[in-house]
């Protein structure tokens, strides 16, 4: 094969870039946009979930720590800098007379108010634990 000559590919690298590029740009949106939409829903849901009142027992409690970092780039020179966040979720696990076990999301800060073998009555609604009173003795 001579220097000048196409091995056969032509212009498929930016054609295939040119072809598949949307599709991706496409794909990462939908998936993006479907997180949120999916978040709003489960908030939404939650939310409009009838407070229930329960007999149960703190059976265990766990914290979920999620980092994130963002990278920002200031103007045209190559000067860029990352900063990174972190958000701590706090789950709480109650077991109810029936025996059935439950992991709530504490959305009232109760994490530090309650420990594992408490019994009382749990307020719910939905996937979010809002009250916990505690037997007393």
Do not use: C
């Amino acid at each position: 094969m001579s220097l000048g000559q196409d091995p056969g590919f032509g212009n498929m690298g930016f054609d295939f870039m040119f072809s598949v590029f949307p599709f991706l740009f496409f794909l990462v949106f939908a998936i993006i946009i479907g997180g949120i939409i999916f978040s709003i829903v489960k908030y939404a849901r939650n939310a409009r979930a009838p407070q229930e009142s329960a007999y149960a027992r703190v059976v265990a409690k766990r914290m979920d720590v999620r980092h994130s970092t963002n990278h920002h780039h200031h103007g045209d020179n190559s000067l860029s800098h990352a900063s990174t966040s972190s958000r701590t979720y706090y789950y709480i696990t109650l077991e109810f007379d029936n025996g059935t076990r439950k992991e709530f999301l504490d959305v009232k800060n109760l994490f530090g108010l309650v420990v594992e073998g408490d019994t009382g009555y749990a307020a719910t609604k939905g996937d979010w634990i809002v009250a916990f009173e505690r037997n007393a003795g």
